[in-house]
């Protein structure tokens, strides 16, 4: 089954159900179970089974039509009006799509796609409580779980690496480098690596700056290891 063939929460549109959603988009008036079985040609079971996965995924709307004489309502079944969301997606492409534009954009493309992780990594870190300070190891900790909520995998050293070059002024110790494990842009990364990295290290300037935090992301390195990115910090007014 191809990534088309399913809904949003990984229900299959099968044919059968196809089947029965077309025929409530040409029933031109909402349609019970029995109505419908009998025009895809199953039994009312199953309809009902379709229809009753149809409306978890948003794609079918059920109501109650009020009886005309004794008895409970009957429930009905209508096509949920707007673009099916259950649909295939192209995400990626889209993204190759603005990447390989923005790539052409010639030397301002790198400076471009910093400032636009910039502004989102404001918008996508925790903000600190009114009137606290934050520390660099508090930022930095902050960072580690916005990037791991991202996917990123982050792991940072319980202690500073030296060898990076401390940011540390002994009484608030910040790890200099962050060990990136996973990268969810890969694929983008690896083919657009000038544009998406530049991003990457944009979004953890954003963060650690609406943190007013005493450390900055200096520098990210791309594959330092075979499977781990380095981000390297620096202190804010070195940045």
């Known amino acids: 089954m191809t990534s088309g063939e399913r809904a949003g929460d990984g229900d299959p549109v099968t044919p059968r159900r196809r089947a029965v959603l077309e025929v409530l988009r040409t029933a031109g008036a909402p349609l019970g179970v029995n109505e419908v079985a009998e025009r895809v040609g199953v039994h009312a079971n199953t309809a009902r089974f379709h229809l009753d996965s149809l409306v978890t995924r948003g794609a079918v709307e059920r109501t109650l039509e009020a009886p005309s004489g004794r008895g409970r309502p009957r429930a009905v079944y209508a096509p949920r009006r707007g673009m099916d969301r259950g649909g295939r997606r192209e995400y990626r492409l889209l993204a ?3 990447l390989s534009r923005l790539a052409t954009a010639g030397a301002g493309a790198e400076a471009e796609a910093v400032e636009a992780g910039r502004a989102w990594g404001r918008h996508l870190v925790e903000p600190a409580p009114p009137f606290h300070t934050v520390t660099g190891r508090e930022a930095v900790d902050r960072l580690v779980a916005l990037l791991a909520d991202l996917g990123f995998d982050p792991v940072a050293p319980v202690a500073p690496v030296s060898q ?17 494990r996973h990268c969810p842009f890969l694929e983008l990364a690896e083919e657009y690596r000038q544009i998406v990295c530049p991003l990457h290290l944009g979004l ?12 900055a992301a200096g520098r ?4 330092a290891e075979p499977d781990v990115c380095h981000a390297h910090f620096v202190p804010a007014r070195a940045a």
């Open 96 to 98: 190759r799509m603005l």
């Open 164 to 180: 990076a070059g401390p940011v540390n002024d002994g009484s608030d110790e910040v790890p200099d480098v962050i060990r990136l």
């Open 204 to 215: 953890m300037k954003g963060a650690l700056a609406a943190l007013d935090a005493p450390v």
């Open 220 to 223: 990210l390195v791309p594959f």
